[in-house]
């Protein structure tokens, strides 16, 4: 079955912007410098300018953002870090890498991200139980493009010791009470795959920061510890982001907060439609501005169905996330939890369901898609 209108579609931007792009592209080819140099400082410079950072590190994607803060700020072995068990598995995947040891908490049921409430009662078992291992950060996740309630999480990170990294992959310009994602924590980690609202054509992330000590320890770490060519003072990787993706993404920074505007009228656009329909639409909390990564809904019975009768008809879906990381083959039997378990993590993870978004979808297609749920919901499917 053809999908014509697709979930997610990167292509689009390119085929929007492709002479800009292509006159990026070009212009690295011919500087002759293809690894860092000044189209990575650019970029950096002016990422963080937008973000209100001081300093912006490019690495190699979103993952190696957060072990490069986490690494950068001293938390690896022996220390415990906190965040949620429904995210993308890189969150995690970045904590183990780093050394540290994952501890998953619960979400809000309201917005998916990270629940204070569960934060603070994971924080205080993880002490009485595991007193060899010391509590040390916490990482919130902006997901599906609404920011965490950061006020709540600061002040029991603030009241537990524990530093901030905020996990922003999918959260680019998304907003809490005016302020800006990734201003919250002490480091904000960003991937820019290219279907995230700030997206690179290929594999891309970066570190934000107002700490210059910080700022300096991961522009080392990203490349094998170098303080001075080829003496590493440190043990690092190698994560540096590609000159190449750094001019896309140039590009495409000119464009985010079009963008967004764009994602949050299509939103409003399938919450008025489907209002009424029977799923449960997302709700941004007062203090929220989303950037809508992506529209996820609610199907509390036969979400398998509706996935396939959309598929019939040409229309992509995908869920975010079908297994939550404490429940994966991978980490089923090693990865600790908060001592009631996550409840409500596991019961959305049965439920959700992503509908199309990216800035080029037409209103169109969106009618298109809502009226085949409505279709779906007539039926009684």
Known sequence: MTTDI???????????????????????????????????????????????????????????????????????PGKAVFTVSHTAVATVAAIERAGAVPVLVDIDEANYTMSADSLAEAVRHFRRTCPTVTPTAVIPVHLYGHPCH?????????????????????????????????????????????????????????VATNDQALAEELLALRQYGWKERYISSASGINSRLDPVQAAILGVQLRYLDEDNARRRKLAAAYSHALAGCGLALPLSAPWAEPVFHLYVARCREGRDNLRAFLRERGIGTAVHYPLPVHLQPAYRQRILT??????????????????????????EAVARVCSAVEQWTAAGA
């Not at 603030?158 to 310009?173: K, M, N, P, R």
């Open 338 to 363: 908060g001592p009631d378990g996550l409840p409500i993590t596991e019961r959305i993870a049965l439920q959700i369901v992503s509908l199309p978004m990216f800035p080029q979808l037409e209103e």
């Open 6 to 76: 697709p979930f997610a579609n990167p292509h689009a931007a390119f085929a929007e912007r492709r002479l800009e792009i292509l006159e990026a592209v070009t212009r690295v080819l011919d500087g002759g410098q293809y690894i860092l140099g000044p189209e990575v400082t650019n970029f950096e410079n002016d990422f963080a300018a937008w973000l209100g950072r001081a300093r912006c590190i490019g690495c190699g994607n979103g993952t190696d953002a957060l072990e490069l803060a986490l690494r950068a700020l001293g938390v690896g």
């Open 150 to 206: 950061m006020d709540a999480i600061m002040s029991v990170a603030a009241a537990e010791g524990l530093v901030v990294v905020e996990d922003c992959a999918q959260a680019h310009g998304a907003r809490y009470n005016g302020k800006m994602v990734g201003s919250f924590g002490v480091a904000a980690a960003f991937s820019m795959y290219p279907t995230k609202n700030l997206g690179a054509l290929g594999d891309a992330g970066a």
